[in-house]
């Protein structure tokens, strides 16, 4: 029996990253990371490069980590997956604009990788729902990557589902993803435990397994230092004596494994959604959870500034002076502004919590929105926006409010352990 591994990691910073600290995760990680993986010849990579990074590695003038990854593709070690430009949780933005992320996306693939094709797609932080996945397969796409929450079915080691419209569905280890990623295992331990991870399967069955781990690529040198080699080059030398062990893409997966004949619908979920939090019926925790009011007042804002860009889309009166240019600002600071990481700094009962990267996010929609009714009033429209433009003001007001409160609440509680 042959157990094959299949890594991927994704690479991803936010469009407002302050330049200093990219350079830091650039040297500490990316460039050492990639690096360490040409030495390998069994480093098999599935990487998820969000395009928004590859046009800041060109911007600041640090494209060096993207010329090795160019050479491990060549070099048939690396496939280059798809997702969502700026990073925004999929299910939670309309259609029409989720479609517009991913085909962002693909341009900057197209342009940057040769001969790159539409093949596995990694959702912005493994967040899928039923409208994605058949989003997804529309475009053309062959699989998609998921939690291992998001399977409702017996746990695929040996076979491979689809979703009712065709869509291969692979689904991420997340026991062991979460141990790498924490630091909780070590390379010995995690390549024992592939070897053993089936002993326990009836001695009649021989076929062989696979098991997909999925994590940031930031894990390796910048969250854990020298983590590429302390365990990832490690786990790779060990492997590579392993007769039973292969690393393997993703999408070679197909042709080793069957299809299940029977259609299956995961659950929706993300990488960072819990049991607990599908009982509860929030399977976005870190990004729409309705018990977290900073949380509200931003889709809410989200909601209305959705209206304004609409109306300016349907603008029949182009030709104004500054219309044009209004909108075009508008549209690419929505963009930006629909990333994940707003509504993720904003988790203080986990432990995430950065009201300055929040507002980064915030200070985006506001200049959308801004620009928006700009567009409006100039094209002799500023009515049709006045009313969205005056209620994403509002629960900015309330939003930048909940901030405040809840970072004196938060060194309150600091203070009071102290004493």
Not at 59 to 78: C, G, H, M, P, V
Not at 265 to 281: A, G, I, N
Not at 337 to 351: F, K, M, V
């Given at each position: ?152 079915v017996d746990w695929p080691y040996d076979q491979i589902y ?258």
């Open positions: 029996m042959t157990t094959y591994l299949s890594i991927i990691l994704h690479t991803y910073q936010p469009s407002f990253q302050n330049i200093k600290i990219l350079r830091s995760i650039n040297e500490e990680c990316y460039h050492p990371l990639f690096s360490m993986l040409q030495e390998h010849e069994n480093s098999v990579i599935s990487l998820n490069l969000n395009a928004n990074l590859i046009d800041m590695f060109h911007e600041f003038k640090i494209a060096d980590s993207l010329e090795i990854i160019k050479d491990l593709r060549t070099d048939k070690k690396l496939e280059i997956l798809s997702t969502a430009k700026y990073h925004p949780i999929l299910p939670l933005i309309l259609n029409n604009e989720a479609e517009r992320q991913i085909l962002l996306n693909e341009n900057i693939h197209k342009s940057t990788f040769e001969n790159w094709k539409r093949g596995g797609f990694f959702p912005p932080e493994l967040s899928i729902n039923s409208d994605v996945l058949k989003l997804i397969h529309d475009l053309g796409y062959k699989w998609i990557i998921m939690s291992g929450l998001a399977c409702p689809t979703s009712p419209e065709g869509l291969r569905l692979f689904f991420r280890d997340d026991i062991l993803s979460n141990m790498i990623s924490f630091n909780n295992t070590s390379a010995k331990k995690f390549v024992s435990h592939l070897k053993t991870m089936f002993n326990n399967e009836t001695q009649n069955d021989n076929n062989d397994k696979y098991v997909i781990i999925a994590m940031d690529s930031e894990t390796f040198g910048h969250h854990h230092k020298n983590y590429e080699k302390l365990f990832l080059s490690k786990a790779l030398d060990l492997i590579n004596d392993e007769d039973e062990i292969q690393t393997i893409l993703v999408s070679d997966l197909e042709k080793y494994f069957p299809t299940n004949k029977d259609k299956i619908v995961p659950r929706e979920s993300s990488w960072s959604t819990t049991d607990e939090d599908l009982q509860q019926k929030i399977p976005f925790p870190l990004w729409k959870n309705p018990n977290n009011n900073i949380h509200r007042f931003f889709w809410k804002m989200v909601e209305n500034l959705n209206k304004m860009i609409s109306h300016i889309s349907n603008i029949e009166n182009k030709s104004a002076p500054n219309c044009q240019n209004y909108a075009i600002t508008a549209r690419w600071y929505y963009d930006r502004a629909i990333c994940s990481d707003t509504t993720w700094w904003a988790n203080p009962d986990r432990g995430i919590w950065s009201p300055n990267l929040t507002y980064e996010g915030i200070e985006l929609l506001m200049k959308s929105a801004i620009n928006s009714q700009l567009a409006l009033t100039d094209a002799g429209e500023a009515d049709l926006g006045e009313s969205y433009y005056n209620t994403i003001c509002y629960y900015q007001g309330l939003l930048l409010m909940e901030l405040n409160i809840l970072s004196q609440k938060l060194c309150e509680s600091k203070l009071a352990k102290k004493q």
